[in-house]
């Protein structure tokens, strides 16, 4: 089954620490992990190879050459093709940006495997390195790597740029030394193009734990002989690794002939890490009807009564799955369940565990089963099968049911009225975690904290909720670095709210969600709506049923937050703190969405409009998601600032991970951790945050996320 | 007594701050669906429910003079867990069978179909022509289908082909079953998944009384025995 999906994360807030799970997991792969070099990327010490990690592997790598560290975030998008995200400070490095000889850089790589390994053929890789932005480690090659004897292999490849640099034997036109823009661009002027350079090597894995390497470098590490303590003594590395039972590893080697190496890997892969199938409890069976009852009608005569008992009766049912009874409509020959599911990540578990319930409580002539999920009060779907394909289907492939089931819009089937009265309030108390990373004068700061969420449901979709958060330790506050921008300062001033937010209000506001028409859902929120921004913000979204396609628009009226997170609000004018220039913040921003889910897990999201700057343009984002709730995503957001006005990086780009809780717990979780990586906030491109956007609340219960989901029908 | 009674507050105090830090950090709600966020960071496959111990002879005893309801037990031997399970539904051939940590085993005619509950779970099974050889104590090769869900919760289908012969006639004599039955041997492999060979103790009419059956690799082999028919 393909895998579409996203979760949606119930309380955002609430997520903390599931990141840590990457750490400690790691996990029991059936395909071979590679060795990492100390860039982050599967090869060889300093090298690449040809070598691709398992399908949807995720590695964390640490890697140190000389004085030059390397943090790295690795994923295998397809078979064929990785890409690595990388954050590197280079010691005792003489450069203007330089913070206490620190040099930092971020760098993205991309590897695309040609051709795969064959008994007689080598795998043949083709990459580039360091392809965006200024270029430090800036370098592409192609690569060939064989398996020539079970644990030994060997890699030979040609480099240019950083790969080109020692002992070059042919030259391949003119190489650009021009950095694009403001850096942060494709760096195509220089691709293939410059000195080439042969490069290669050995490694040598007697057991399954140590591998011995062997390098042959083409990189003379000009850059950091010149402004900084390397000294390229020799092309040749060598060292060996080692490789523990969760298949994290950790490689020491001497290169260069003369400084040391080291790299330490955390491979985890979302299809491969967690407990398969769950921890939790079995649901209860299909309680099949005895033969000739279903024509038994007796029932009806008092049906009123038939349904009070039966909501007791069900509601303690569900509970017991921990699932909530919204109400259920019973006819002589057909029932409705409304539902609400605080539990399970898979919806189709929901809908299957609530099946099976309904056959064991439900009068024998009901044959016709509906179960319309509820967010917010509002009905997502109407979830359609016949009781006796539940009897028929209980023992085979879950596919056999999902045939046999229809997923139809739920317009006009709103609950007749909620069995549990409103208003309704529910609270939480619970740690959180908040980060900013990549600034050069504390790479990583971190809050840990207790955070205070309530939720005040007036009625059926009007729910006022909010959140305040309350630091216990941490550095944010300590953010000092003021830089100047060319916009409004929408984003830049994060600092300022940072340092004087404490406690600071997160969120509080009035939501209000409809079904304005068919295929249609709304939303209203009004209030401080994020960190940065109050005001009023309107939602459309148009999604069928059946369709892989979703189009939304969204409009907003935003006034700033007062720095200290309170009730106060701001003018919409930010003053510059070092040019002094005062420059409005537009009261009205918006855009237009479209949503599609490609199939085999991909998805991709285009917004369209205005920014918080005032800037038009669009952000693109592709993610690939998977069946228990992990995506990993991009995106990149191009709009009418210029490079120049935009600052450092050009554009707004970053890199989206989620991790779902039941990864670590074992157990059904509609939480999932949402991390952003930017490497740089800036002013352009900058959209506001809501919390309660419709679009992940109503995939979950359409078409394709539920049939993706529907392995746990049963479970 | 009065500095006493200062220490004694200032403790107190302590205390109450400790307890304020210690609900902090563990979370607390209304809510009865709330979780506990840091939870995630303890990985769940080190924190699977301890084994559930040796069953004893008493509590055999005590299940069997309770219910008058068919009664098997269940061993998983790489786990070090045991079970006792009551009949709990019926649909069609399939019988389900549970216990109060809600748990189940689904089996037809004392075949193993599925699992619920017990984690890396048999999600389902063709078994309609082993069992078929099986019930009627014949040899052959015929097509097993096996069903579990990945870490991803995609369903993975292993395919297994099985050659099964009969074996020895034995006695059976445990809890309120007592027979005779033939002892059915089942080798199966496949591409996708290890080779296991099953066993499976066949009555006069067909009901597997007893068992070793493998359910996948998380599960390893699982053992059975009808206690009451």
């Known amino acids: 089954m393909a895998a579409v999906t996203a979760h949606r994360a119930k309380r955002a807030g609430a997520v903390a620490a599931a990141g840590a799970v990457f750490l400690l997991t790691g996990s029991a792969q059936s395909e071979t992990v590679p060795s990492y070099n100390t860039y982050g990327s599967p090869g060889l010490i300093d090298m690449p ?117 020692y002992n070059g034997f042919a030259t391949l036109g003119d190489r650009s030394e021009v950095v694009l823009g403001e850096g942060g661009v494709p760096t195509y002027d220089r691709w293939f193009r410059g000195d080439v350079a042969a490069f290669g090597g050995i490694s040598w894995s007697p057991n399954d734990k140590l591998t011995f390497e062997l390098e042959y470098s083409s990189d003379d590490y000009a850059l950091e002989s010149e402004r900084g303590g390397f000294n390229h003594e020799s092309p040749y590395s060598f060292g060996a690794q080692y490789r523990f039972d969760n298949n994290a590893q950790l490689g020491l080697y001497y290169a260069y002939g003369d400084t040391l190496g080291v790299q330490l890997t955390f491979p985890t892969n979302p299809k491969t890490t967690g407990v398969p199938g769950g921890l939790e409890v079995a649901g209860v069976p299909v309680k099949r009807r005895a033969p000739g009852s279903a024509s038994d009608l007796g029932w009806t005569t008092d049906l009123e009564a038939t349904e009070r008992s039966l909501e007791q009766r069900m509601t303690g049912n569900l509970e017991r799955e921990q699932l909530e009874l919204v109400n259920v409509e019973l006819r002589p020959r057909s029932a409705t369940v409304w539902l609400r599911n605080p539990t399970y990540g898979a919806s189709a578990q929901a809908i299957g565990r609530t099946a099976r319930v309904m056959t064991r409580t439900l009068p024998a002539s009901v044959e016709e089963f509906v179960i319309v999920p509820v967010e917010n009060g509002i009905p997502m779907s109407a979830v359609t099968m016949k009781r006796s394909d539940l009897e028929a289907l209980e023992n085979d492939a879950a596919v056999e049911m999902l045939a046999r089931t229809s997923i139809t819009d739920a317009y006009r089937r709103g609950t007749p009225e909620d069995l549990v009265p409103f208003p309704r309030f529910s609270w939480e108390v619970a740690p959180y975690f908040d980060y900013s990373g990549f600034d050069p004068d504390m790479p990583l700061r971190i809050d840990l904290g207790v955070r205070a969420a309530a939720s005040y449901e007036i009625r059926r979709n009007l729910v006022l909720s909010g959140e305040i958060r309350k630091r216990v330790i941490g550095n944010l506050d300590e953010i000092s670095r003021e830089s100047e921008s060319l916009l409004p300062r929408v984003r830049t001033d994060y600092r300022l709210y940072a340092k004087e937010g404490d406690p600071f209000i997160r969120n509080l506001t009035l939501d209000h969600y409809g079904r304005p028409a068919p295929d249609l859902y709304s939303r209203l929120s009004v209030g401080y709506l994020e960190r940065m921004y109050a005001g009023v913000s309107g939602e459309v979204l148009w999604k069928p049923a ?170 | 007594m009065g500095t006493i009674l200062a220490m004694n507050l200032r403790t107190t105090f302590s205390r109450i701050g400790l307890l304020a830090l210690a609900s902090a950090l563990i979370g607390c709600s209304n809510d009865p669906y709330f979780e506990f966020p840091v939870q995630s960071v303890v990985p769940g496959s080190l924190r699977q429910d301890e084994p559930s111990g040796e069953i004893t002879p008493q509590a055999i005893v005590e299940i069997l003079s309770a219910t008058d309801l068919p009664v098997a037990f269940f061993g998983v031997p790489d786990r070090g867990s045991q079970a006792l399970m009551i009949r709990i539904e019926q649909n069609r051939p399939y019988e389900t069978f549970a216990n109060p940590e809600r748990q189940s085993v689904t089996m037809r005619h004392g075949m193993i179909t599925g699992t619920r509950g017990l984690s890396g779970d048999l999600m389902s099974s063709e078994e309609e022509a082993l069992l078929a050889l099986v019930r009627g104590r014949r040899a052959g090769q015929v097509t097993y289908v096996q069903r579990y869900l990945t870490p991803e919760s995609v369903t993975k289908v292993v395919t297994y082909r099985c050659g099964v012969e009969p074996d020895a006639t034995v006695d059976i004599a445990i809890g309120l079953v007592q027979d005779s039955a033939t002892e059915m041997v089942a080798a199966c492999e496949s591409p996708d ?21 493998w359910l996948g690799k998380n599960l390893g082999y699982v053992a059975m025995q009808m206690l009451q028919r």
């Open chain 1, 49 to 165: 190879s040809a070598e691709m990690a398992p399908d949807a592997t995720i590695g964390l790598s640490y890697g140190r050459i000389g004085d030059g560290n390397r943090a790295a975030l690795s994923f295998q998008i397809t078979p064929w093709l990785s890409g690595t995200f990388r954050y590197t400070g280079i010691e005792n490095f003489d450069h203007p940006a330089s913070v206490d000889g620190v040099y930092y850089d971020r760098s993205f790589d991309v590897r695309v495997q040609l051709l795969r390994e064959t008994r007689l053929r080598p795998a043949v890789a083709i990459g580039l390195q360091d392809f965006v932005g200024t270029g430090l480690y800036g370098g592409e090659y192609v690569v060939a790597t064989k398996t020539l004897a079970p644990g030994l292999k060997v890699t030979g490849g040609l480099g240019w740029g950083r790969l080109g640099s």
């Open chain 1, 546 to 715: 059946d369709s892989r396609l979703a189009l939304g628009a969204e409009l907003n009226y935003v006034r700033r937050r007062a720095y200290d997170g309170l009730f106060g609000l701001e003018e919409n004018v930010t003053v510059d703190p070092v040019s002094g220039i005062e420059r409005d913040i537009p009261d009205v921003n918006g855009h237009v969405s479209g949503y599609y889910a490609f199939g085999n897990g991909f998805h991709g999201q285009v917004d369209v409009g205005r920014y918080l700057a005032g800037d038009y343009g669009a952000t693109f984002t592709l993610t690939r998601e998977f069946a228990n709730g992990w995506s990993v995503g991009a995106f990149a957001t191009f709009t009418d600032v210029t490079e120049e006005e935009f600052g450092e990086g050009s554009f707004d780009k970053g890199i989206l991970l989620a991790i779902p809780l039941s990864v670590g717990t074992g157990r059904p979780s509609r939480t999932v951790s949402r991390q952003t990586i930017r490497s740089l906030q800036r002013d352009g491109g900058a959209r506001l945050e809501v919390s309660s956007r419709l679009y992940d609340q109503v995939r979950t219960w359409h078409e394709p996320d539920v049939s993706n989901t529907w392995g746990r029908f049963w479970r």
């Open chain 2, 193 to 213: 998944g290890p080779p296991f060979v099953d066993y499976y103790k066949v009555s006069g009419s067909g009901e597997i009384l007893a068992s070793r059956q």
